[in-house]
């Protein structure tokens, strides 16, 4: 056994002295069953395979284990102390497996979602639903406010999975795009706007006051970058629900996510109205904070996003 003097080395660190804990169970399963064969059956590996790991082990400690016969497997008297010292490790590491399953039960009970309005308002109640169907001992919190309030809440650790719809992804944060969208100009039916014979031009929208959410929205963010900039606000308000009912109202037109006025323009409420010379599109991104990606049920909520995000 002089090849196991040199692993045994007292320089050399715990794990290259210690078996993993494969070999202790295997050993285990020979005490216990007085036969390699056996044993490498119960643990599902071949026979080969449990020989080789007990000569390893073997090789390692620099003792015999395990007296091998026609008639079986017997531990040497070594075998006999090492098992028992290998008993009270596979204890202490099925503790150990529990307790870690306790912290996941207990990180997977909840989820702290943060998203932006229109996500809010309009996307993530079916991706919930679909997620309670998976995971329904999952309580999740959602917490709604603009793209910045999202990235300074999953930067503050408020905040496990958030959703933006800004140009760009926050500092800090990782991102993936889980659906698309397009910003729509809009007015109630009786804006000069819906007479025009022609499109506006992107010079007219920008240089039109306009009802706009506030600093800091990914809507506002992203039409303002469309455009080079934006005319001082007719209006400035804190939600999509609040800016959609001051154009239907007939105080300003506005620009808001087609996902958010579906409702208003079929039933002629509010009225589209066409731009030439800009693209309104935009990506609506999952984020969190960089190298955390979500595990447990965030994962699973952003798995659904991709199979169920608009375009």
């Known amino acids: ?10 320089g050399a660190s ?32 071949t026979q080969p395979a449990a020989s080789s790991r007990i000569r390893s082990m073997e090789r390692q400690l620099g003792v015999a284990l395990v007296d091998r016969s026609p008639r079986g497997s017997r531990l ?8 028992d010292w290998a008993r009270r490790i596979v204890e202490a590491a099925e503790a150990f497996d529990a307790g870690a399953q306790a912290l996941r039960g207990r990180r997977d ?10 996500i809010a308002e ?4 079916g991706w919930l639903i679909a997620l309670r169907a998976q995971r329904p001992d999952t309580a999740v ?23 933006v ?32 014979r022609g499109p506006l031009t992107a010079g007219e929208l920008a240089s039109t006051p306009l009802i706009l959410r506030e600093e800091g929205s990914g809507t506002r ?31 300003g037109p506005a620009v808001l996510s087609e996902l958010a006025v579906g409702e208003e323009l079929s039933a002629r409420r509010l009225v589209s109205v066409p731009v030439d010379g800009v693209r309104l599109d935009r990506a609506l991104r999952a984020v969190w904070r960089t190298g955390h990606r979500p595990t447990g049920p965030g994962r699973d909520l952003l798995g659904l996003t991709r199979h169920r995000g608009q375009g």
Not at 76 to 83: I, M, P
Not at 151 to 159: F, N, P, Q, S, T
């Open 14 to 45: 715990l794990a290259h002295r210690v078996p993993d804990l494969g070999a202790l169970e295997l050993l285990l399963a020979v005490a216990r069953l007085g036969s390699l064969g056996r044993a490498a059956r119960e643990l599902g590996i």
């Open 141 to 163: 919190s959602l917490l709604a406010g603009n793209s910045a309030a999202v990235a300074e809440r999953l930067l503050a650790d408020e905040a496990d999975l958030g959703f």
């Open 1 to 10: 056994m002089a090849e196991g003097v040199e692993a045994g080395f007292p």
């Open 76 to 83: 040497t008297d070594a075998g006999a102390l090492v098992t």
């Open 109 to 118: 009970s909840r989820l702290r979602v943060a998203a932006s309005m229109t």
């Open 122 to 125: 309009y996307l993530l109640p």
């Open 165 to 196: 719809e800004g140009v760009s992804v926050p500092a800090g944060l990782d991102a993936a795009v889980v659906a698309r969208d397009r910003l729509i100009v809009v007015t109630a039916p009786g804006h000069p706007w819906v007479r025009r």
């Open 221 to 251: 963010q992203v039409l303002a970058a469309a455009l080079g900039g934006l005319a001082r606000p007719l209006l400035e308000l804190s939600s999509t629900t609040a800016v959609k009912a001051s154009a239907v109202s007939g105080a």
